[in-house]
């Protein structure tokens, strides 16, 4: 199709499907995660657009999307003035995608674009969420499969909503379901477990996740890390609870001690000096401590929400009709 072309059909008909994609130093791979998204779309045969989220990019990312952007304008850019992080990213993808159906997929080609086809075929027998489902994980490390795992298996364990194993970002959304989680304007935000949330018909679709085309993961430890707590604190209050639990065992352990403590110095004369005291005392220092964190993580996490601050703030937006200026700006 030549650009002409694109640009008159994008004038006349708008986008049955939005493909979204956040993007961090991604220079080398967007040409070709473009060629091979544009390649299925055209296929698929329906208007589509492909939004492309800068999230605070610090190498040529920007200006590559520009020229795609000048090349085809289907692809629309939100341009953040800052990095804001990959599911605040996804979440302006969503508040600025016009389609039916959005798809969202990270843009080093680790969800190949060619499941697309498949999610739309689910989506066209009536499933509103259509979530790709990692059926292998090509080039990952041992160490990121058993934590990913163990994260998993925890967080099924200890919220009350159902999130599937082996599931990233990568899934189709119903129009429907869109609306109801742009509804939603928490800052510390576990898009999956959101999707979970809403309900509707959600089924699964079957893939082989790939090797990162180029560059270096977007998600290292202490990221991983980060994001684990916020689906944590996001959709679980075990571990508040726990506090109160280890309260009453510590409170009847001491009791039990004190009983304990008094017959054997009274019968035996068997403790003496401050030791076991100290050793006690610290023990209990350290417990109250972790929990005054914990508690001290979700009034964190209070505060965020109270002050109301936008999600995210648009610097640029180039190829999406004119919209409320509040709306770009101050989400």
Request: glycine content about 6%; charged content about 20%.
């Amino acid at each position: 199709m030549s650009v002409e072309q694109a640009r008159e059909l994008d004038n006349i008909v708008p986008p049955i499907y939005s493909i979204v994609a956040p993007i961090f130093n991604e220079e080398e791979t967007l040409p070709h995660f473009y060629a091979r998204v544009t390649q299925v779309m055209e296929k698929v045969g329906e208007p589509f657009e492909l939004i492309l989220v800068n999230d605070g990019s610090r190498d040529s990312s920007y200006q590559v999307m520009q020229d795609l952007h000048a090349s085809d304008p289907r692809v629309r850019i939100i341009d953040f003035s800052r990095n804001f992080g990959h599911q605040i990213a996804i979440s302006a993808g969503l508040d600025y995608a016009q389609g039916k159906a959005v798809v969202v997929m990270d843009s080093d080609l680790q969800d190949p674009p060619e499941v697309i086809p498949e999610l739309i075929a689910r989506w066209k027998e009536g499933v509103e969420v259509v979530y790709a489902q990692r059926e292998s994980r090509v080039g990952e490390t041992k160490f990121k499969l058993i934590t990913a795992d163990l994260f998993y298996r925890l967080i099924d364990r200890i919220t009350s909503i159902s999130i599937p194993r082996n599931v990233g970002d990568f899934r189709l959304v119903d129009r429907q379901v869109v609306d109801s989680l742009i509804q939603m304007r928490e800052h510390h935000r576990f898009m999956r477990g959101l999707s979970a949330w809403v309900g509707f018909r959600q089924e699964a679709v079957l893939y082989k996740r790939e090797e990162r085309y180029a560059g270096e993961t977007k998600y290292p430890l202490n990221k991983m890390i980060k994001f684990s707590l916020d689906a944590i604190t996001s959709f679980s209050h075990l571990p508040l609870q726990l506090a109160t639990t280890f309260g009453f065992i510590l409170a009847v352990i001491s009791l039990l001690g004190i009983v304990v403590a008094a017959f054997l110095r009274l019968v035996t004369g068997a403790i003496t000096g401050q030791a076991s005291t100290l050793i006690l005392v610290l023990f209990l220092g350290g417990i109250q401590l972790i929990f005054l964190g914990i508690i001290g993580e979700y009034l964190g996490r209070i505060y965020d929400e109270v002050r109301a601050r936008p999600l995210y703030i648009v610097h640029h937006a180039v190829g999406f009709p004119p919209r409320d200026n509040s709306m770009s700006s101050s989400k």
